[in-house]
T-cell receptor, first 110, second 111 residues
């Protein structure tokens, strides 16, 4: 059974720092991996999608990597800002099912 | 292009009642998926509809059902509500079932 783990569950970082969020999974047979952010009580906003054949994707200050052999993906946020405070979730698409991690709650300290 | 919309945004129901939630996907998207989000279990997949047919189903009891119309709009129904059904229900649309775009959710409270 595919499991998706995000550690830590919560993280506080001073503004301006670079940070890395982690996502690990047990089965490397995935179609793609998607990173989302969720603001409290709101829906999910797609940040980056990495196809199975890709190693990384970049959008602005965000960079996501995928290493299927080790079952890991990371989301790198450069020069963090208070507006980056949110919960970040990774989701794997496999066998037409999408499995989410429980997320990392990120707080950027002004 | 308008995003995914869900109605209603908030709902309060009593145990034993039933509820219907609605989702309008992004124009041109044929896939609509439904998720339940609770603090304890996180985001859990309910089902996916593609061109009016249920294509995938998660591990939820038969009280949870859905359908999709010819215009791709989807509804989700929960019968005989239980307290544990209180959650944020999210729908997501996709052109091909892979890259998902989420709506704002419907917050259901069962009392």
């Amino acid at each position: 059974k595919q499991e998706v783990t995000q550690i830590p569950a919560a993280l506080s970082v001073p503004e301006g720092e670079n940070l890395v969020l982690n996502c690990s999974f047990t089965d490397s047979a995935i179609y793609n991996l998607q990173w989302f952010r969720q603001d409290p009580g709101k829906g999910l906003t797609s940040l980056l999608l990495i196809q199975s054949s890709q190693r990384e994707q970049t959008s602005g200050r965000l960079n996501a990597s995928l290493d299927k052999s080790s079952g890991r993906s990371t989301l790198y946020i450069a020069a963090s800002q208070p507006g980056d405070s949110a919960t970040y979730l990774c989701a794997l698409n496999r066998d037409d099912k999408i499995i989410f991690g429980k997320g990392t709650r990120l707080h950027i300290l002004p | 292009k308008a995003g995914v919309t869900q109605t209603p945004r908030y709902l309060i129901k009593t145990r034993g009642q039933q509820v219907t939630l609605s989702c309008s996907p992004i124009s041109g998207h044929r896939s609509v998926s439904w998720y339940q989000q609770t603090p304890g279990q996180g985001l859990q997949f309910l089902f996916e509809y593609f061109s009016e047919t249920q294509r995938n189903k998660g591990n939820f009891p038969g009280r949870f059902s859905g359908r999709q119309f010819s215009n791709s709009r989807s509804e989700m129904n929960v019968s005989t509500l239980e307290l544990g059904d209180s959650a944020l229900y999210l729908c997501a649309s996709s052109w091909d079932g892979y890259e998902q775009y989420f709506g704002p959710g419907t917050r259901l409270t069962v009392t």
